[in-house]
């Protein structure tokens, strides 16, 4: 059997780290590996050289396990003609003693030592020491599993770790490698999953650590703005399903906050002719559709801004007591008029637009009618027209009656008295 020995310590001040006198630093020759394990784990090595009783001479191996101490493997070995570390058959005597039976014999010759990971030794002192290094790093490796497992579980992710077991305590791969093997699993590409989408887009893939705090800003945005929980449950795995869309689409969480903001603040919580001019044009809508369509990525927050001022252009009319259609609406939106230009012109017009129709009824001149109004007020094509159809039949009232117009110039402000 190998012996353990304390031996004087020669202190090296080149390293600063003491090793048994007679040792050299650092790894045995790798071609005794095979039998005696990695050096790896041992500070430096000592080869010494014996006499069997056959009269040949052998070696044996002494490994410093630390700073002060030793140990001797008690197999023999020599070199072959080629060169090639060879353990010896028997030897008699290795000079300590301890490798032969009463009778003279070795009673270890000629067995065989497997490790757990496959490998063989015909010495009984190397092998007991390499398989007690790997059981104490496998035991490292479950105790940093669990750790690590207990971690990600806190955030939903148990599922991915314990995908990974097997070859986080049972393998032997770099970090590199192991890195590969965990992208590679079932359950790293469903909890991920929106990032096989962003490549074939041409985005980058997020990085785990990316994903996660994309996801936490999502949720935060939606918290605030008082979303219930079912837009942003998790299932078993972590995964936020009302979440894949917007990471797939590259949507940022200022972005989310955009077309939340305008679903809420200007459709869904606005003033009542909003809402009635949004239900006019969408007959069946609700406002879990309305929420549902600008959360959605495909719907580019510049058409969801289109839309919802379209019906901020409805609601104006509706709140001067005036009506328009969709597609009236939506050609006063892509005129630029938004929802104050559309609050102010549909003021004017409700000011002179009755008056305007009775005098073009009464002079028997084309009919003076809201479309014509909004034409003049909003400045879009054939403004020019509509303008001088009005200073028309001002002009004729004025002439009647020698005094002011109902529907002054300053684009039919007030509807004045002074008769037809």
Sequence with gaps: MATKQTIPVREDAGLGQGLPTGFTRGAFPKGLEKFFGSSDSFLGYRIETFKGKDGKTYNQLSVATGPGSSQTFGA??????????????????????????????????????????????????????????????K????????????????????????????????????????????????AYKARFIANEARLAKGLKALSPAQYIALEDQYQEVMRQYGLPESYYAKSGTGVQEGFRKLIENDVSNIELEDRISTAQKRVINANPEVTQAIRQFYPDITNADILAYTLDPKNAIENINRKVTTAEIGGAA??????????????????????????KGYGTIAGG????????????????????????????????????????????????????????????????????
Excluded at 85 to 100: K, P, R, T
Excluded at 327 to 339: H, I, M, S
């Design 353 to 420: 637009l009755q008056r305007g129709s009775q005098l073009a009824s009464i002079y028997g001149e084309d009919p003076y009618t809201q479309t014509t109004a909004e034409t003049e007020v909003f400045n879009i094509a054939g403004a020019q027209g509509a303008r001088k159809q009005r200073q028309k039949i001002t002009g004729l009232e004025k002439a009647t009656f020698g005094g002011q117009s109902g529907i002054s110039s300053g684009a039919l402000t007030r509807d004045r008295a002074g008769g037809y």
């Design 139 to 186: 035991a490292n490796k479950v105790s940093a599993y669990n750790l690590l497992y207990d971690e990600f579980d806190k955030y939903g992710l148990g599922t991915l770790v314990s995908d990974i077991r097997n070859i986080l305590v049972e393998g032997s791969l770099d970090p590199a490698e192991f890195a590969l093997k965990v992208r590679g699993t079932d």
């Design 76 to 137: 023999a070995f020599s070199q072959d003609s080629n060169g090639e570390y060879v353990i010896a058959s028997s030897v008699g005597s290795n000079g300590n003693g301890d490798s032969e039976d009463e009778d003279g014999s070795d009673s270890s010759v000629g067995k065989i030592y497997t490790a757990s990971d496959g490998k063989t030794f015909t010495n009984s002192d190397a092998f007991t020491v390499y398989q007690s290094g790997l059981d104490e790093k």
């Design 318 to 343: 509706i709140q001067s007591g005036l009506q328009t259609g969709l597609t009236r609406a939506e050609q006063l939106q892509a005129a630029g008029v938004d929802k104050a230009a559309a609050q």
